[in-house]
């Protein structure tokens, strides 16, 4: 399995900061790395998808980069609904994607 | 309105069998892959299989193989998850997923199963 490694696992922000979470590889993925975001008690939603695209309705707060090992994602202002749990997830190693082991994001 | 609707939570006692199921709404069910996701209490996602409705093309993670059997009937839409005989530790929320070329693009609500004597 490609393992996925996700820093930090838990961050503390407050409304309207900037944060960035990585994700690494433990192989090259080229671009095939995606983002989802999940809030308790719900399912998973995707935000970012091939490391930078934006999924339709998701809000431009949030971006995406990277490639190969190493990927970041990104809230430019974060918003109190952007308290959640992020996971990244590779898409390379078909068919059986991995998760990263998330990284929870909190009011400061 | 695309969705994917999963049966209601489960309390099972140890060695009980079990079957959830996941059913497709809105759209071509058949032509879509459909993943299975493991959540334990306070923990990560994992991806314990997937299956084609199409054709019943199933792999499952190697930890999960034997574990679990993976279904589908495509003229009802529905997906499945069973198990024979519960652990304590199948505890966990399962959501399927539909899967496109990248990424899970929608999800069942989730089912929440307890297995507890």
Known sequence: ?108 | EVQLVQSGAEVKKPGESLKISCKGFGYSFSNYWIDWVRQMPGNGLELMGIIYPGDSDTRYRPSFQGQVTISADKSIGTAYLQWSSLKASDTAMYYCGRRRDNGFDIWGQGTMVIVSS
């Not at chain 1, 190969?68 to 992020?86: C, N, R, V, W």
């Open chain 1, 1 to 108: 399995d490609i393992q996925m490694t996700q820093s930090p696992s838990s961050l503390s922000a407050s409304v309207g900061d900037r944060v960035t979470i990585t994700c690494r590889a433990s192989q090259n993925i080229r671009t095939y790395l995606n983002w989802y975001q999940q809030k308790p008690g719900k399912a998973p939603k995707i935000l970012i998808y091939t490391a930078s695209s934006l999924e339709s309705g998701v809000p431009a707060r949030f971006s995406g980069s990277g490639s190969g090992t190493e990927f970041t994602l990104t809230i430019s202002s974060l918003q109190p609904e952007d308290f959640a749990t992020y996971y990244c997830q590779q898409s390379y190693d078909i068919p059986l994607y991995t998760f990263g082991q998330g990284t929870k994001v909190e009011i400061k």
